[in-house]
């Protein structure tokens, strides 16, 4: 995990989440799909006010320690943007405490 302070009063952050290789059960369209491969993966939350403004994700290669300027790939999924951005519908992520 890290942790990025991206505006000068502080109230403006970014934290970045790996998450390992796995296989998990997931739903599609409600429909379930067990033991569904993922790939190795950074997700970065944007934080701004006590709340989160952005929600990225990109896979990363399996073998590759994490570095600054690394190349990150698209995840496929048809939520998420080639920018990495996560299209989140109408969900609403509670205010921070």
């Known amino acids: 995990m890290k942790h ?7 109230d403006k952050q970014a934290v970045w989440i ?5 296989q998990w059960d997931i739903h599609f369209f409600e ?3 067990q033991q ?3 790939p190795r993966l950074l997700f ?3 934080v701004y006010q006590k709340r989160v403004t952005n929600i990225s994700v990109f896979a990363v290669k399996e073998d590759m320690a ?4 690394m190349k990150l790939y ?6 998420v943007h080639p920018s990495g951005s996560v299209c989140t519908g ?3 992520i509670p205010e921070f405490r």
């Open 18 to 22: 790996e998450v390992p290789k796995a």
């Open 66 to 69: 994490l570095e600054e300027g």
């Open 4 to 10: 990025e302070v991206l505006s000068k009063s502080g």
């Open 90 to 92: 109408r969900v609403v």
């Open 44 to 46: 970065r939350y944007t």
């Open 31 to 33: 429909r379930p799909f």
């Open 74 to 79: 698209q995840f496929p999924y048809s939520n």
């Open 36 to 38: 569904v491969g993922f």
